[in-house]
């Protein structure tokens, strides 16, 4: 037998956010484990990351939590009394314990949150199936009463707790050097003696290695608001709190080794994996006499083309409809569609703002005729296929802005349609950067602020840059870090603690609908009065979940009020029949009064724009493009094309039509993707799947495609640009724009 831990412990603990998991993972590894479980107090949060690094290095990962139990009904309150709450472990064995731990977590938020988010004995028994208990660290309810002299008190609840999940129920002995654990562990070993309640020997995980344990005090201080010298900080009572190794943890009880045995007879029982990439769509609710969805969706969709292109629509404009629809059917998004509609149609019909829509929505026809988005595909020449790819099945995403002030009453109502246990914010968290977590770590320290702050700012202003950069840039940087001990231990405590999250906070737009109650797929939490799910959006998408963008944009608001104050003069203004070739706005912005214009109003957009001179409503956007990293180098270019179009040229004749209405520039992901199925012979949904390698800078990904525009690839049926004609320096050529382009 082998010895597996059981209490790793990933919120506000060294092993909190992805990186620290997975060095966890490597470390387990290392010593040999063949299973870990994770069990934050009171919440679920690093669960699907700590799953996916253990899984990476070949450990069994057990899903769990320490919850909170209330002394008496989760419900009570009353200070002095309510606020001794104990500590228990809980593990999934399977899906139905999954949910239900899932279930009691997301109570201890929205019904029993009092100082922590607490359960009770009561709802704890309703909930019991698929979960595996642990009674417990010295916090809980057992070890408390042994240690007070309360053995039967003890001995009861051990007891009530066996009934409720049978062979399940453990009780934990734990040895870190404090001296209560060794006298709970003795009365916990009588306890096994006389009921035959088995006996499992564990030890808290808050951080890797022994001589992490003076970074997770400072972790504490910051979190805490306390400096390490401060005698009365929050403080782990022992050194212990790390990864042993089986020799290690065997050597602690040497008279209880099948206590030790017991952690892999546990982690045995353990088989709940996360399911990625299986979708749990809502289902949309059709009015009144209306039984077939896709029907439904057709219909919209119908209507709404005669009232978007009456009587100039074409035969390719009514195929695009239909293809789109028949996709939208055949991925099994009907309802998806409907329910965004739906809401949408709610807002704009209640006078709440909508914004005209973006991203890659905007490539949909039936997005448009739906009115969802007011961006016409056809004219722009914009692709379904970057929003809805047969070729690569993920989740549509569709963000929509609505007025920051009304933003609320849209997510009520959908709230209202499929019920408040259906619908669910969602946490993000911010995370220590590399300036500030100096500056955390220098106040902690108790260096003085004037000192930390001058270290601080030499680390480069550069967007997402880690210390270990900073240190490799920055000469100042170094010459701090080299010159005094005091500043050597700063540094390199704050690259310890860098990246760990500092807080949880909602998510300013993202709403997830579900079609059972929210909690049955993860656990939920509460910031202020939001309820929110407690994964991260990228988790939840992977996890299949639908996931909406409700975004409050100001600036629709600002739009709002200025329609208004001008109907008071003029009843019959309507934004949208502003006409986009008035020549006095562009003169306006050419001059560069760009002030309060929205993406427009920058120092160097404003630069660009005096340059440009923007005619018509595709100058402004190709400005917009432009203006980014990447794309941003053909700017100058760009602007003396526009304004000498005898200087265009091309790397190949056939890039004119695609490149033409931009000079010569490649500006639009659009055209990319028409680059590679125009010159390489890529389908769309081909095309897009490598515009978005590129973007993403997936290094051998673009390196394997650069083969396949250049000589094709028969399996896939690419012929590639050597193939249609085209010298294969000048396709490197083409290749090598497309990449500086991203």
């Known amino acids: 037998m082998g010895f597996v831990h059981l209490h790793v412990h990933t919120e506000y ?46 450990i069994r990962p057990i899903i769990g939590c320490e919850v909170y139990v209330a002394p008496r009904s989760r419900f009570d309150r009353e200070h002095g009394i309510d606020n001794e709450y104990s500590h228990l472990i809980l593990l999934c064995k399977n899906d139905v314990g999954y949910r239900n731990l899932c279930y009691l977590v997301s109570c201890g938020f929205t019904d029993g949150f009092y100082i922590k988010p607490r359960i009770d004995w009561a709802l704890l028994h309703e909930h019991a199936e698929g979960l595996i208990c642990l009674s417990g660290c010295l916090a809980g309810y057992l070890s408390r009463h042994i240690v007070a002299d309360d053995y039967e008190g003890a001995k009861k609840k051990a007891l009530e707790l066996r009934g409720m999940f049978g062979e399940d129920f453990f009780l934990e002995i734990q040895d870190h050097g404090i001296p209560d654990e060794r006298k709970a562990a003795l009365g916990l070993r009588r306890l096994s003696r006389e009921t035959g309640i088995p006996l499992v020997v564990t030890n808290d995980a808050h951080y890797i290695n022994k001589e992490d344990a003076r970074n997770q005090d400072v972790l504490l201080c910051i979190q805490t608001g306390k400096t390490v010298d401060d005698p009365d900080r929050m403080k782990f009572s022992s050194p212990e709190l790390y990864l042993k190794s089986e020799e290690e943890m065997r050597a602690l009880f ?64 009514e195929a695009q409809l239909r293809y789109e629809l028949d996709m939208i059917h055949r991925m099994g998004f009907v309802d998806y569609f409907l329910i965004v509609w739906d809401f949408v149609h709610y807002a704009k019909s209640h006078g709440i703002p909508v914004g005209p829509g973006r991203g890659s929505a905007a490539g949909s026809m039936v997005s448009y005729t739906l009115g969802i988005t007011d961006v016409d595909p056809i004219r722009y020449s914009l692709f379904f296929e970057r929003f809805l790819n047969p070729e690569r ?37 911010g995370t220590m950067a590399a300036r500030g977590v100096i500056r955390d770590v220098g106040r902690v320290m108790n260096i003085p602020y004037a000192e930390v702050d001058q270290i601080a700012k030499q680390v480069p202003n550069t967007l997402h840059i880690t210390l270990n950069d900073a240190l490799r840039l920055s000469k100042p940087l170094r010459e701090f870090y080299e010159s005094e001990p005091r500043y050597k231990t700063l540094i390199d405590t704050a690259q310890a603690l860098e990246g760990m999250p500092r807080h949880a906070s909602t998510h300013a737009a993202g709403v997830v609908i579900t079609r059972r109650p929210v909690y049955e797929y993860v656990p939920l939490a509460k910031n202020d009065e939001a309820v929110v799910c407690q994964y ?115 790397l190949h004749p056939s890039l004119q039509p695609i490149l033409s209405n931009t000079y010569g520039c490649i500006v639009y992901q659009e055209q990319v993707i028409e680059i590679f199925r125009k010159l390489a012979g890529y389908s769309l949904g081909q095309a897009d799947m490598v515009r978005r390698a590129i973007s993403k800078k997936k290094a051998a990904q673009i390196q394997r495609e650069k083969e396949a525009f250049l000589h094709g690839d028969a399996e896939r049926g690419i012929c590639g640009c050597v193939n249609n004609g085209i010298p294969e320096q000048t396709a490197q050529d083409i290749y090598q724009q497309i990449y500086d382009f991203a």
Do not use: W
């Open 536 to 650: 991260v959006m990228t988790t939840l998408e992977e996890l299949g979940l639908l996931k909406m963008d409700f975004l409050g944009l100001r600036n629709l608001t600002v739009l709002d009020d200025a329609v208004k104050m001008l109907q008071k003069h003029q009843p019959e203004f309507r934004l949208e029949e502003i006409p986009e070739e008035d020549p006095e706005t562009y003169e306006m912005l050419s001059r560069g009064q760009t002030s309060g214009v929205f993406q427009m109003e920058s120092t160097g957009m404003t630069g660009v724009c005096i340059g440009l001179k923007p005619q018509n409503i595709e100058d402004i956007t190709a400005i917009i493009a432009l203006y980014r990293p990447g794309p941003m180098e053909s700017i100058p270019r760009f602007i003396e094309c526009k304004h000498h179009p005898e200087n265009i040229t091309y």
């Open 254 to 317: 040497p008279e209880e080794p099948q206590a030790a045995d017991v952690t892999e007879e546990i982690a045995a029982r353990c088989h709940y994996d996360f399911e990625f990439g299986h979708y749990h769509l809502p289902e949309y609710k059709l009015p009144e006499g209306e039984t077939d969805s896709f029907a439904y969706l057709t219909r919209l969709c119908r209507e709404g083309y005669v009232r978007r292109y009456g009587e100039t629509g074409t035969s390719e404009m």
């Open 13 to 58: 603990s060294l092993l909190d956010g992805a990186c620290r998991v997975k060095e966890l993972a490597r470390r387990a590894r290392e010593l040999g484990q063949t299973a870990l479980a994770v069990t934050d107090h009171g919440v679920m949060y690093g669960a699907v990351s700590f799953y996916r690094a253990c899984l990476a290095e070949g």
């Open 393 to 429: 099945v993920s989740m549509p995403v569709i963000d929509m802005d609505f007025c920051v002030r009304r933003r609320g009453e849209v997510i009520d109502y959908v709230t209202r349609k499929y019920g408040a246990d259906h619908v669910a914010q969602i946490v993000t968290f």
